[in-house]
Antibody, heavy 115, light 112 residues
Framework: EVQLVESGGGLVQPGGSLRLSCVAS????????MSWVRQAPGEGLEWVSA????????YYADSVKGRFTMSRDKSKNTLYLQMNSLRAEDTAVYYC????????WGQGTLVTVSS | DTVLTQTPLSLSVTPGQPASISCKSR???????????LFWYLQKPGQSPELLIY???SRFSGVPDRFSGSGSGTDFTLKISRVEAEDAGVYYC?????????FGPGTKVDIK
């Protein structure tokens, strides 16, 4: 069974940093593309970033490019999203998902950017 | 960015009746590899999204056959042949052809 468990969300001040983690199980994490998708309170879904399977190429939405970095630790079956220079508009539930066009989703972790 | 529009934005359906949602793209979603990366998701209240349809018309594992997808190029449709109470939620289309990937605004489906 595919499982994705996010953690690391919380309250952070504007300009601050946060690192989200997503522990994956039930599939070949090392060779799978992965994604992050976010959802602001009461809003729709926004694709944030993706990482390819074996090559590890990364792709980002323009709204986060240069501020967010996606990475993975294959030895820990863990996906990361390093978020720097956070803004109020980054406030959202962040979902980790399997594949670049997501097929399995985690439960999400809430990030709140506020002073 | 590839903009997706969905119509209608809300829909109220009687159980047992059909429902249809349209998703239109401003540019063709046909990839150079010959595939069309158009997906449909359902987000039930308080839950994470779940994949219903991938690559226009393929049902994901465990998805009931009352859900079907169709279309090509820039125009796509999700159809529910006979709506059930458990189908309530927000339906999103998403394109995975052009980076950055994008979602439609969502269609809220309410069951009468």
């Amino acid at each position: 069974e595919v499982q994705l468990v996010e953690s690391g969300g919380g309250l952070v001040q504007p300009g601050g940093s946060l690192r989200l983690s997503c522990v994956a199980s039930g599939f070949a994490f090392s060779s799978s593309a992965m994604s992050w998708v976010r959802q602001a309170p009461g809003e729709g879904l926004e694709w944030v970033s993706a990482i390819s399977g074996n090559a590890g190429n990364t792709y980002y939405a323009d709204s986060v490019k240069g501020r967010f970095t996606m990475s993975r630790d294959k030895s820990k079956n863990t996906l990361y999203l390093q978020m720097n220079s956070l803004r109020a508009e980054d406030t959202a539930v962040y979902y980790c998902a399997k594949d670049s066009s997501p097929n399995y989703w985690g439960q999400g972790t809430l990030v709140t950017v506020s002073s | 960015d590839t903009v997706l529009t969905q119509t209608p934005l809300s829909l109220s359906v009687t159980p047992g009746q059909p429902a249809s949602i349209s998703c239109k793209s401003r540019q063709s979603l046909l990839h150079s590899d010959g595939k069309t990366y158009l997906f449909w998701y359902l987000q039930k209240p308080g839950q994470s999204p779940e994949l219903l349809i991938y690559e226009v018309f393929s049902r994901f594992s465990g998805v009931p056959d009352r859900f079907s997808g169709s279309g090509s190029g820039t125009d796509f449709t999700l159809k529910i042949s006979r709506v059930e109470a458990e189908d309530a939620g927000v339906y999103y289309c998403m394109q995975g052809t052009h980076l950055p990937f994008t979602f439609g605004p969502g269609t809220k489906v309410d069951i009468k």
